[in-house]
């Protein structure tokens, strides 16, 4: 049997970590976007084995447990005690690791999804466990229950899927602009001082999204708590200052990586794909992904 599932990457435009002894518990508030682009999940189960095995490969190729310890959890919450045979889970990227597009999330997300369909559960129930599965080994905090709401998610209330709320902004007709230029790890900076500075924007930023709740403000917003907090460095400010030039709405900072984002028309992203090519920068371009993630048996 092979299924597949896909689930969105997720840009956080900003955001306030919540912490609490419950993984469920855990989790963030803030705001963000899904893509349709993300990562794509192929779970193979066969029953024709003598022992029990469980493989997660990324982009291809086997990993190590401790290279997957986030899929490893998941994998061994969903798969029975008693099944013998051979269980791989197949992870595909379309963004790199560690780059703030969520892969994590979507990773543990699509590997519940995948192992619920072959053997039984439900949504909510695979993604509480993806979700504490990221909680548990600092992966993040809001991304699942944000991949699950898809579009451009508030999430209001801090928690996983069951106990945490979000909610959906409407948008026109954007394409997302992303500048991935590194990665930044979450768990050092979530364990730095910056974090209280973080909470205060965050909340800021949430109340005045909730007053005006639109797309455009949330960029605005993104853009104040990437400099306010200090995690826009003078290098991605300067990108961003470049970008302003040719765009209606300001660039931000994704959360957490080191890159841009942008809410982009048609005539504004040719200027800035042609400003991104003379600055001999990478850049990529994808549609808002206005559904939840899709699970089921793959026949392709």
Do not use: C
């Not at 963030?28 to 193979?44: E, I, M, P, Q």
């Not at 200090?230 to 709405?249: I, N, R």
Request: net charge negative.
């Amino acid at each position: 049997m092979l299924i597949r599932a896909f689930v969105p990457a997720h840009i956080t435009a900003f955001f306030v970590p919540v912490f609490h002894d419950d993984p469920l518990k855990d989790g963030s508030l803030g705001a963000g976007v899904n893509l349709d682009k993300g990562t794509n999940v192929f779970a193979s189960i066969e029953t024709e084995t003598l022992e029990r095995h469980i493989h997660i490969a990324f982009n291809g190729e086997l990993v190590e447990r401790k290279n997957a310890v986030i899929s490893h959890w998941v994998a061994e919450k969903l798969v029975p005690a008693d099944f013998i045979g051979e269980v791989e889970v197949w992870q595909y990227f379309d963004f790199p690791n560690g780059y703030g597009f969520g892969n994590s999330a979507g990773g543990a997300l699509g590997t519940a999804l995948a192992l619920s369909y072959a053997f039984g559960g439900t949504w909510l129930k695979a993604a509480q466990i993806a979700h504490e599965a990221e909680v548990i080994h600092r992966g993040g905090l809001g991304d699942v229950i944000a991949q699950l709401a898809g579009g451009i998610e508030l999430r209001i209330k801090a928690g996983g899927p069951g106990i945490g709320v979000t909610d959906n902004l409407f948008f026109d007709d954007y394409k997302v602009l992303v500048v991935p230029l590194g990665s930044l790890s979450t768990k050092e900076i979530l364990d730095g001082d910056v974090v209280r500075t973080i909470e205060s924007e965050g909340r800021k930023a949430l109340e005045k999204l909730l007053e005006e709740p639109k797309a455009e403000r949330m960029m605005v917003l993104a853009r104040e708590f990437a400099e306010k907090t200090g995690l826009l460095d003078d290098e991605l400010l300067e990108l961003a200052l470049e970008l302003d030039k040719v765009l209606k709405l300001p660039s931000s900072m994704i959360m957490l990586g080191k890159g841009l984002f942008a809410l982009v028309g048609d005539k504004e992203l040719e200027n800035a794909k042609t400003l991104l090519a003379d600055l001999n920068l990478p850049y990529d371009v994808a549609e808002i992904y206005d559904e939840r993630p899709k699970v089921g048996r793959w026949v392709g």
